[in-house]
């Protein structure tokens, strides 16, 4: 470890650690809670270069496939806040479904056993909604079932999470450690991936439509998949509630918007608040996922109170305003 891990017995504040606070999800939680000045933050970074910027954070440079890291990262840590993995596109999860499986596995099976080990309070683990087969009609969490296959291109990534979510109700049944499984649906805004190698489809849209050449953009597919898309402060609304009112030991609750929109529909509000002109082309030859589903979040909204305040529109409003003082066309 690159960097001094200090006590966490300074203050009567709680500490909380972020792993995989420089990704898009990691660092909105690293803002908000830096903002609010409620906890000592402890964060981890990996590949990318700590943020400075952030003052009183205490930076973790580690690798958390390695338990040695692993254990010192997690000592003196009150709640865990587990967004660090191995993430990409639509482009890698056809072409090289994989990369989603091994390392993932790895560091989330140590951080549970040595959370579980160190008796850490509460555990926040995000799954995903890849699981679940495709619906016209809205999702609940019992609706998952074990025994129907899941699609063959999320095969890997579905059955890893399915796996992990059962780690987490395995460890809370020993006793030391409350987890929060998130079960999220398509998650935008600041500092998403704007790579459209990487980027999954609201991000890669923003960028094609903000780069777009002779006004004119591809899109992947026809466009008729829905996706039910939430903006990433209602997330962390969430997730802040899931602390404050989560009573059980272990929990899965689906977090989304609750709406499904269509690709094609999706393309076309942004490219209407971007004030731009510009024409979409659709390249049937390129890979798409096919599913269509939204989610029932009645559960959150019954046992946590949680409910999504920010609607698409407003989402994407706040996002291309983000993306245009921050990424450089």
């Not at 200090?6 to 898009?24: D, E, H, R, V």
């Not at 690798?63 to 990409?88: E, H, M, P, S």
């Not at 993306?323 to 066309?329: A, L």
């Amino acid at each position: 470890m690159a960097d001094q891990i200090k006590s966490s017995n300074m203050n009567n504040k709680k500490t909380i650690l972020i792993c995989g606070a420089t990704g898009f999800i990691g660092r909105n939680i690293l803002e908000y809670y830096h903002k609010q000045d409620k906890y000592k933050i402890r964060a981890t970074h990996f590949n990318r270069p700590k943020l400075d910027q952030y003052t009183n954070v205490e930076w973790v440079n580690c690798d958390l496939r390695n338990i040695q890291d692993v254990k010192k990262v997690l000592n003196g840590v009150d709640i865990v806040f587990q967004f660090a993995a191995t993430t990409t596109g639509a482009k890698d999860i056809v072409s090289k479904p994989y990369i989603h499986v091994t390392d993932n596995v790895v560091m989330n099976s140590l951080l549970l056993r040595e959370s579980y080990e160190q008796g850490i309070g509460h555990f926040i683990f995000p799954s995903c909604t890849i699981m679940y087969q495709k619906s016209e009609s809205a999702i609940k969490e019992e609706d998952f079932n074990p025994k129907d296959d899941i699609m063959s291109v999320y095969f890997g990534a579905g059955n890893t999470k399915v796996y992990l979510e059962k780690m987490c109700e395995f460890y809370s049944r020993l006793g030391k450690t409350k987890h929060t499984v998130i079960r999220h649906s398509n998650i935008y805004g600041p500092y998403d991936k704007y790579d459209l190698d990487k980027s999954h489809v609201f991000g890669a849209t923003i960028t094609k439509v903000m780069t777009a050449k002779e006004n004119k953009i591809t899109v992947w597919g026809t466009g008729e998949e829905k996706r039910d898309l939430l903006y990433v402060d209602d997330l962390i609304d969430f997730i802040e509630l899931s602390i404050e009112n989560q009573t059980s030991q272990y929990e899965i609750f689906n977090v989304g918007l609750g709406k499904a929109i269509k690709i094609k529909d999706l393309v076309d509000k942004i490219i209407y608040y971007s004030i731009l002109k510009i024409e979409t082309i659709h390249d049937l030859s390129m890979p798409t996922i096919p599913t269509s589903l939204f989610l029932d979040c009645s559960k959150a909204k019954k046992l946590l109170n949680w409910y999504p305040k920010v609607t698409l529109e407003e989402g994407i409003i706040k996002t291309l305003d983000w993306y245009k003082k921050n990424i450089k066309t």
